[in-house]
């Protein structure tokens, strides 16, 4: 699942429209705790975790978002390239497109082996409970991540800040993952997203919080 299909990123959605998805679904939190147990069934919940899908910023043809650990930007990358300067990369974040999971996001890192039973469950629970309106998608994580505040600059570089070293949060930040790790008692993770210095909100190319 290397490759890459600009398409996908037509689809992903603002933040304000990704977050309003999520949070106006009465069943969100029924969702929640069905992904919590099949993530559990299929021993993934240290590896994935469900994810606003929402737009940073505008990515160029032969460009793709790679997340860079501390960093995420667009980068120039052909859209079969499965490697950078020889290191292998794998899909970061997906997407629902089309009835099938695509990439939106990469990481370097090995591919793994495909979790095709616990994607198509994961998929099935969002598509019964309105796909067509929830902007939420698959996220690789690791447990040992710490929770982050996740910034867009201006030129569509977005920086993540641990929280517990972030001195005063831009206000209107919002939650835009969700991790059930096995560490730390099962408790559930919460990343949060915000921007600085990005404009209006009505900007496509930085379509997040107004900032103003
Ligand atoms: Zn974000």
Not at 29 to 34: A, F, G, H, I, N
Not at 172 to 193: H, L, Q, V
Request: charged content about 20%; hydrophobic content about 30%; proline content about 8%.
């Amino acid at each position: 699942m290397a490759s890459y299909d600009p398409q996908v990123m037509v689809h992903v959605p603002s933040l304000e429209v990704a977050h309003a998805s999520v949070f106006e679904n009465p069943s969100f939190d029924q969702v929640l705790s069905k992904f919590r147990a099949l993530a559990s069934k299929y021993g993934q919940n240290n590896t994935y975790g469900l994810a606003l899908v929402h737009r940073h910023a505008e990515v160029s043809p032969g460009h793709r978002l790679m997340d860079f650990k501390q960093t995420l930007q667009p980068f120039p990358l052909n859209d079969t390239a499965d490697n950078l300067h020889g290191a292998p990369i794998r899909a970061k974040s997906l997407a629902l497109t089309a009835g099938g999971w695509k990439p939106y996001e990469y990481e370097l890192g090995s591919p793994d082996l495909p979790q095709q039973d616990f994607f198509a469950d994961v998929q099935a629970l969002l598509e019964q409970n309105g796909s067509e309106g929830l902007h939420v998608g698959l996220r690789r994580y690791s447990p040992s991540d710490p929770e982050e505040l996740e910034i867009t600059e201006s030129g569509g570089v977005s920086v993540k800040i641990p929280w517990n070293s972030v001195v005063s949060p831009s206000p209107g930040y919002k939650t835009t993952f969700w991790a059930f790790p096995s560490e730390d008692g099962g408790e559930m993770r919460n990343y949060k997203c915000s921007c600085r210095d990005t404009g209006s909100s009505t900007n496509s190319n930085h379509n997040h919080i107004d900032c103003n």
